[in-house]
């Protein structure tokens, strides 16, 4: 009852603070704006697509990649929903997220992982945010290997419909549905994380991806 209670106050927090918006789902792109990032993924991560980001170790950097994710969100002007699977994002760190840049974030605090799941269902149903980070790292693998293999492909298909991309990060390969896999090969230290610019060092390895069969699919079909 408490999880149910939670999801309808954040349906109502969505029709108060985010009007629906028009658009059509494409094979575009959006562009992140970190050129590390979007020149290993072809241009940024595909609309109407879900993209896999495993990060095999905790220190491999992904915490550094959602701050500066939310910092290209406002510098580009667009709404990021974050739905925090273990309730671990923390603003202050990596140098603080300015106040500013948090007034484009919809944060969503889960202790669960299927709240999580049920959380990313409801925000792509609404269609409203550009970007939709599932941050699954730190759940724990006994509970994600719980989530069935068909919740993955009904978020793939309410993303279709929905002007948006949707960014899910885990810990090892396991939404099946997802149209590019990319991989973290990272080990960061304390030193590292005292580099500004160490979230351009980042190494992305792409594992699969399924987009250039998904276009030619969706071109055939007009």
């Known amino acids: 009852m408490a999880g149910r209670g939670k999801i309808g106050d954040l349906r109502k927090l969505l029709a108060k603070r985010f009007p ?30 879900i993209t896999e980001l495993i990060s095999t170790q905790i220190s491999a950097g992904s915490a550094s990649l959602i701050h500066a994710l939310l910092e290209a969100a406002h510098r580009n002007r667009y709404f990021v929903a974050l739905i925090d699977g273990r309730d671990s994002f923390d603003p202050s760190t990596s140098g603080g997220l300015g106040n500013a840049c948090l007034q484009h974030l ?19 149903r609404d269609g409203n945010f550009p970007l939709v980070i599932v941050d699954l790292v730190l759940n724990p693998p006994e509970d994600l290997s719980k989530i069935p293999q068909t919740s993955w492909y ?69």
């Open 20 to 49: 629906h918006t028009s658009g059509s789902a494409t094979t575009r792109r959006l562009i992140t704006g970190l050129s590390f990032l979007d020149q290993a993924i072809g241009g940024g991560f595909p609309k109407g697509a």
């Open 106 to 124: 919809l944060w969503v605090r889960c202790t669960k992982t299927l709240e999580a799941v049920k959380a990313a269902d409801l925000l792509l």
């Open 154 to 222: 009904r978020l793939q298909r309410l993303v279709e419909s929905a002007p948006a991309a949707c960014l899910i990060m885990t810990r090892q390969g396991m939404v099946s549905s997802a149209q590019l896999k990319i991989v973290f090969e990272n080990s960061w230290t304390l030193k590292t994380f005292e580099d500004e610019s160490a979230i351009s060092r980042l190494h992305i390895r792409v594992q699969r991806s399924h987009l250039h069969r998904q276009k030619v699919q969706m071109g055939g079909a007009s």
